[in-house]
């Protein structure tokens, strides 16, 4: 699972996607992979570029149970 991170650090970020998704397709094939990096949040979410602050953390912990709750 790939968490919210903040804009400016996704974009350091997708020079190693592919190596990312390469190893995740080869070590494992069963594994869903769920990419949220690009979930949109206010920079008041944020602790860091690549932590959330409580705020943040509990708007994401909302999307994941409304994402979790597609597969029941």
Avoid: C, V
Wanted: cysteine-free; overall charge positive; hydrophobic content about 30%.
């Amino acid at each position: 699972m790939n968490t919210p991170i903040h804009q400016l650090l996704e974009e350091a970020h997708n020079p190693l996607k592919k190596g990312y998704y390469d190893f995740a397709k080869k070590n494992l094939p069963n594994a869903t992979i769920m990419n949220n990096a690009n979930f949109q949040l206010p920079n008041s979410a944020y602790r860091d570029l690549s932590h959330l602050n409580s705020s943040g953390a509990t708007i994401y912990s909302n999307e994941l149970k409304r994402q979790f709750n597609r597969f029941k």
